[in-house]
């Protein structure tokens, strides 16, 4: 196998943890349709779903992460404000993490990578919940076999609009 290929099983793998909860999801639907979910529930959570989308791929993704484009201090505001309700942690932290995706994709130090333990499925299981759903409730950064991030106030693109407690800044501070 070329480095960087996937095994059918692994494509399946993968495919297969992104789409059982959507197909669960919608499966549950009809059982609590009229018992605590109605049309309000539905459109109340289409709506959030795409304002922080927005706020993730617009706001932490293309301008703080990347600073693809240039936003007045209110959006900036507002774009924070977004992603922050996606619950995937404070900008700063966010944007560490993902530029050290962009350094390492799928290699060891890739906190994002669902091959970081292996390939066998037990591996790719404990990859994947590790890099989407795990470091969100242990506070664990899921890193390996890379030093830690290199970020400056100038990690948001803005330096005045993302301010964060020292605790924040802790994964881009030098180890003591």
Known sequence: MVVGEK??????????FA?????ALAAAVPFVWGWG?????VALAIGFY???????????????THGAFKASRGLRIV???????AIQG???GWVADHRRHHAYADRDGDPHSP???????????KGFWLAHMSWLSTGRRPTRGASRPTCS???TSSGSTARSPRSAWSPCLPRR
């Open 7 to 16: 095994t059918r099983t692994e494509v399946f793998l993968v495919k297969l």
């Open 19 to 23: 789409v059982v909860p959507l197909l």
């Open 37 to 41: 979910l109605g049309w309000t529930d």
């Open 50 to 64: 795409f304002l922080t989308g927005l706020g993730v791929t617009i706001g932490f993704h293309r301008y703080f």
């Open 79 to 85: 774009l924070a404000v977004a992603g922050s309700m």
């Open 90 to 92: 404070p900008v700063i």
């Open 115 to 125: 091959w970081r333990y292996g390939t066998s499925a037990a591996a790719l299981v």
């Open 153 to 155: 106030p100038t990690a």
